[in-house]
């Protein structure tokens, strides 16, 4: 009994265990029922909303493509519009040009009919021609030639007046166009590179502090002075003239070299033969650094690229080369930049003239080692180093020793007469000048009319007073262009000379 009694005991608690547990269950199925229905309706409420979403889109997405195919027809439209429009065009401009050339066609065959028409005419009429002279050398008696000289002689005759009047009206028209022209162009030229030069001569002065460092200088039994001069070539001249040395030598650079040398020499007060050919090397290796550097500095301020070292070099050397008191580099360069003006302002390529004006000159550092003119040895030494022919024919016509080839000769030429005659650009002996005045006016005094002449101006006008009752107006011109082409004839002088002729009548009476 207490056996069941516990069994019985036991057995309760299972059972509401047992239940407790199915109610949890049934509970938890329920729930479970309740979530995926609620997450089943969620879903189809999801799908719904998606399904909403994306219908809305693809409509609007329909109506934007619908307008770009829209703009996109209205385009070809317009399109094709203006391809039919332009295509109405071309078929009326080819039309027309086919009216055009069938037009020309039309016209050159009647101008071919009329030439032929026209060549015959004038076979007719040169047939006549020479009737005419037939008959007229039958009835006059005359030979052609003599025919020909008549009637050349009463043409003259006739026209005299004429001649005279056509002549001045050409030199006016000529004048007002081309001198003012060349004169604005020069002129331009000369004002913005005028500048003066100084005139070198063959000797060098040197100042010393006094009598003993002249001494130093001759040396001992002159040994000192000695060894200079045969060092660099040149003489030195002790006089007693006080605190001055002389250096003389033709050669400017070995004068140069030797000036600068003695200053060393000077400066440093150990004088003596092995110091002197110390120094006399040490300041020809910086002449030769000198000369390179001033080459290359005007080939650089003239922007003119190209030029072989060995010409860069003979440029260097002309800064120590005078010519007429004129110093032959910057010259050159004065040159150069005149002519590279002038072919600016005449449409020429500027670096060709100034490559030809810069070289112009170059024989003239090497003249006084090689024989011949300076045109012909700087001619040699542009085509021994490849330069264009152009400046090869500039260098060698520049003083019309050859024929000049090219507008780039005539304008180195140009530039040349100009830089060398332009006020304060060269020296010249009182002589030279009186005798060049003389025989200006010599010459202006030879010409039948001529009543006197006066130099001007440095002898760059001539102003020539005529007879008013033996030269009459028109006659004066014919006569100052003769006498300015006897001036081009007879005459060496640098630029131009301007010729002015004076004819006037004066009368003079007296109330008494």
Same mark, same amino acid.
Do not use: W
């Given at each position: 009994m207490?056996?069941?009694?516990g069994a019985?005991?036991?057995a309760?608690?299972l059972?509401i265990?047992?239940?407790? $547990?199915?109610q ?6 329920g729930?479970?029922?309740e ?6 309706? !969620? ?7 998606s ?6 889109e ?10 770009e195919l ?9 399109q !094709? ?8 065009g ?5 039309d027309l ?10 016209k050159?065959?009647s101008?071919?009919?009329?030439a ?14 020479e ?18 000289k ?10 005299e007046?004429?001649?005279?009047t056509?002549?001045?009206?050409a030199?006016e ?8 022209r060349?004169?604005d162009?020069?002129a331009t030229?000369?004002?913005?590179l005028?500048?003066? $030069? ?15 460092m002249?001494?130093r200088?001759?040396?001992r ?8 001069e045969?060092?660099?070539?040149? !003489? ?6 006080p605190?001055v040395i002389?250096?003389?030598?033709f050669?400017s650079i ?6 600068r040398?003695m ?21 020809k ?6 000369i390179?550097?001033e ?15 060995k ?7 002309l800064k ?20 590279g003006?002038?072919a600016g ?10 490559r ?9 550092a090497?003249?006084?080692e ?8 700087g ?6 180093y ?28 140009a ?6 005659s332009?006020?304060g ?6 002589e030279?000048y ?9 010459l ?11 130099a ?8 020539v007073?005529?007879?008013s ?10 006569l100052?262009? !003769? ?6 004839n007879q005459?060496?002088?640098?630029g ?5 002729l004076?004819r006037?009548t ?7």
């Amino acid at each position: 009994m207490e056996y069941l009694i516990g069994a019985l005991g036991a057995a309760v608690p299972l059972a509401i265990l047992f239940i407790l $547990y199915h109610q949890k269950t049934r509970k938890a199925h329920g729930t479970a029922e309740e979530i995926v229905s609620k997450a089943r309706s !969620d879903a189809e409420d999801f799908r719904k909303e998606s399904q909403r979403v994306l219908e809305g889109e693809l409509t609007q997405r329909r109506g934007e493509f619908e307008k770009e195919l829209q703009i996109k027809r209205a385009e070809q439209q317009s399109q !094709d519009l203006r391809l039919a429009k332009k295509e109405d065009g071309l078929d009326r401009k080819f039309d027309l040009l086919s009216k055009k050339e069938s037009y020309l066609e039309s016209k050159e065959k009647s101008l071919n009919k009329r030439a032929q028409m026209l060549e015959i005419r004038e076979q007719e009429v040169d047939q006549l021609v020479e009737q005419e002279k037939q008959v007229l050398f039958r009835v006059t008696e005359l030979s052609k030639d003599e025919a020909e000289k008549l009637l050349l002689q009463k043409l003259e005759k006739d026209f005299e007046h004429e001649k005279e009047t056509l002549i001045a009206r050409a030199v006016e028209r000529v004048n007002e166009v081309a001198e003012t022209r060349a004169r604005d162009i020069l002129a331009t030229s000369i004002q913005r590179l005028a500048s003066s $030069y100084c005139q070198e001569i063959t000797t060098s002065t040197i100042e010393i502090p006094n009598d003993e460092m002249k001494g130093r200088v001759i040396g001992r039994e002159g040994r000192n002075i000695r060894a200079f001069e045969k060092a660099t070539g040149v !003489d030195v001249i002790v006089d007693d003239t006080p605190g001055v040395i002389i250096i003389s030598c033709f050669d400017s650079i070995r004068r140069e070299m030797a000036r600068r040398a003695m200053e060393k020499l000077i400066a440093d007060g150990r004088i003596h033969p092995a110091r002197i050919e110390e120094l006399v090397a040490q300041t020809k290796k910086e002449m030769n650094d000198l000369i390179q550097q001033e080459g290359k500095q005007i080939v650089y301020d003239l922007n003119i690229p190209g030029i072989h070292p060995k010409i860069i070099t003979l440029l260097g050397r002309l800064k120590f080369r005078t010519s007429y008191g004129q110093n032959v580099l910057y010259h050159t360069k004065e040159c150069a930049q005149l002519a590279g003006m002038i072919a600016g302002e005449l449409g020429l390529d500027v670096t060709l003239a100034r490559r030809c004006a810069l070289l112009h000159d170059i024989g003239k550092a090497v003249d006084h080692e090689v024989e011949g003119g300076h045109p012909e040895i700087g001619a040699n030494i542009a085509r021994r180093y490849d330069e264009p022919a152009e400046v090869i024919n500039a260098i060698a016509a520049h003083h019309n020793d050859v024929p000049q080839e090219t507008i780039y000769a005539v304008l180195t030429q140009a530039a040349d007469a100009v830089s060398g005659s332009r006020p304060g650009a060269r020296g010249e002996t009182l002589e030279r000048y009186i005798k060049r005045l003389e025989k200006l006016e010599a010459l202006a005094l030879s010409f039948a009319g001529v009543k006197s002449a006066n130099a001007i101006q440095a002898g760059r006008e001539i102003r020539v007073f005529v007879n008013s009752q033996k030269v009459t107006d028109k006659k004066a011109l014919k006569l100052c262009r !003769d006498i300015a082409t006897e001036i081009e004839n007879q005459l060496t002088y640098p630029g131009e000379i301007r010729v002015t002729l004076l004819r006037e009548t004066r009368v003079v009476e007296y109330a008494r």
